[in-house]
């Protein structure tokens, strides 16, 4: 019974080092001028709100089907690209996976390269307007 509680103690105070490791790291990283910039901050925040209503946008209009979709459209081919309707989500994935990585490399560049920096975070901003016009007229030509 002893070797148990033992074992539960050091258990115990290797995750309370480890969240206090993590903690510091996150307040370390908050704590750069990157985070505190109120344009970047912005941009950023109207991007993540951009993706979280492409994300419900097409939960809400996408309907389950059989048969596949058409997911890519180009004006001198027509139809390009079908699948199904799971790939649909493909969308908003790429556009949170463009926001963490513009993200991370704006937070590394922001000390040496603020321009880039700016324009890093516009593209963001741009990609997801983009994404929610794709969105919007794949659900209209499926519908």
């Known amino acids: ?3 148990e509680d033992k074992f539960i103690k050091i258990v115990s105070r290797r995750i309370i080092i480890l969240k206090n490791f993590l903690l510091s790291g996150c307040k370390i990283i908050v704590a750069r001028p990157y985070w505190k910039d109120k ?4 941009i950023l925040f109207l991007s993540v709100l951009l993706n979280i209503f492409i994300w419900i946008f097409l939960f809400q209009n996408q309907k389950e089907n059989d048969y596949p979709i058409i ?3 180009n004006l001198f081919f027509g139809v ?4 199904n309707y799971e790939k649909i989500y493909l969308i908003p994935l790429s556009g949170l996976i463009i926001i963490i990585i513009n993200s991370i490399l704006g937070h590394l560049l922001y000390l040496k390269e603020k321009l880039a920096v700016y324009f890093l975070v516009f593209i963001i901003f ?3 307007i983009f994404l929610l016009i794709n969105s919007y007229l794949i659900i209209k030509i499926n519908s």
């Open 126 to 128: 741009i990609v997801q």
């Open 39 to 42: 344009q970047i901050m912005a």
């Open 1 to 3: 019974m002893q070797e």
């Open 80 to 83: 390009d690209y079908l699948g």
């Open 71 to 73: 997911l890519h459209y």
